[in-house]
Structure formats: C-alpha cells, structure tokens
C-alpha cells in the first residue's frame, strides 16, 4: 500500500511559479513510477509529467514541456512538480499517483494509488 498526500497549491499570477510536493508511506515508493495529473473544471484528467523509479526516466505533457520539472528523492519518499511561468490555462486539481508497474506509465488506468490532490489556481 502507498499513500499519497500532496501539498504546496495554492493562487499564484500568471507567470509564476509553484512547486508541488507529494509525500508518500510505504515502503514501496522507491520502486513505484510516479506520475502528476491535473483535471480542470469541464475537462477529463490528463497526466502532466511522470517519472520512473530511478528518476532517470521522464515524461511531460506538451503543454507543460520547458516549463514543468518533475524530480524525486526516494530517501524522503517526495516526489516535486516544479511549475514555472505559470498559465491561465493551468489552473486545475493536481493529483499524485504511483504505479507499481514497470517504465512507462503514461495511461491513467495504470496508476494504483492516488492522493487526494491540490488546487492550483493562476490568476491573471
């Protein structure tokens, strides 16, 4: 088991930034992909950026791309989600996940765990 507790949301002005952190328990963290989604109001969740146990693979949403930066240290059991030059158009819920499963995990119905999220707002 895995539980998931994310923090560091909150309002910010366009072009900010925000750092997002997601602390984990459980001894199985190190070994877990860990993957931030974001689900605006009217729209479907999406995943924003993962990356695999060993940090040494990632991935990022076109959208996020230069300016997200996802990182872990597995001996605090985080994962971060960097936010730079912030968006309108970013404003959404965010959610942690992990997945036990093997690099890549890029489909949300592969993630086993989820926290109960965010709320990131951007202001103009």
């Known amino acids: 088991q895995v539980q998931l507790v994310e923090s560091g949301g909150g309002l910010v002005q366009a072009g900010g930034s925000l750092r997002l952190s997601c602390a984990a328990s459980?001894?199985?963290?190190?070994?877990?992909?860990m993957g931030w989604f974001r689900q605006a109001p009217g729209k479907e969740r999406e995943l924003v950026a993962a990356i695999s146990w060993s940090g040494g693979n990632t991935y990022y949403a076109d959208s996020v791309k230069g300016r997200f930066t996802i990182s872990r240290d597995n001996a605090k059991n985080t994962v971060y989600l960097q936010m730079n030059s912030l968006k309108l158009e970013d404003t959404a819920i965010y959610y942690c996940?992990?997945?036990?499963?093997?690099?890549?995990?890029?489909?949300?119905?592969?993630?086993?765990?989820w926290g109960q999220g965010t709320q990131v707002t951007v202001s103009s």
């Open positions: 459980g001894r199985t963290f190190s070994s877990c992909t």
């Open positions: 996940a992990a997945d036990r499963g093997v690099w890549p995990s890029l489909r949300e119905d592969r993630y086993d765990y």
